[in-house]
């Protein structure tokens, strides 16, 4: 059985940084797709970044490009998600999710496997 395990979430003040975790049991990961969604109150689940197996293909939101850094240690089967400049809006659960292909893709739905969310809040 699969299970994905989000840690790091927490308060922080606007322009502060956070760093979440996301660990993996229940079977290898290193050959899928991982990324990482956030969900407001009202919202739709929004794509933030992924990587591939290797590292070598990364996809940003452009509303995360520049402040969001995605990586992974496949030996720990863990991802991360480095957060700089935190904003308000940037206020929300954050998942981890997996996607069994190797073609990143940004539409939620396609993610096979997710962990129940870190909640992640932003105060000005």
Do not use: H
Not at 1 to 30: D, K, P
């Amino acid at each position: 059985q699969v299970q994905l395990v989000e840690s790091g979430g927490g308060l922080v003040q606007a322009g502060g940084s956070l760093t979440l975790s996301c660990a993996g049991s229940g079977r290898t990961f290193s050959r899928y797709i991982m990324g990482w969604f956030r969900q407001a109150p009202g919202k739709e689940r929004e794509f933030l970044s992924a990587m591939n197996w290797s590292g070598g293909d990364t996809v940003y939101a452009d509303s995360v490009k520049g402040r969001f850094t995605i990586s992974r240690d496949n030996s720990k089967n863990t991802l991360y998600l480095q957060m700089n400049s935190l904003k308000p809006e940037d206020t929300a659960v954050y998942y981890c999710a997996i996607d069994a292909d190797i073609t990143i893709q940004r539409w939620w739905r396609k993610y096979d496997y997710w962990g129940q969310g870190t909640q992640v809040t932003v105060s000005s």
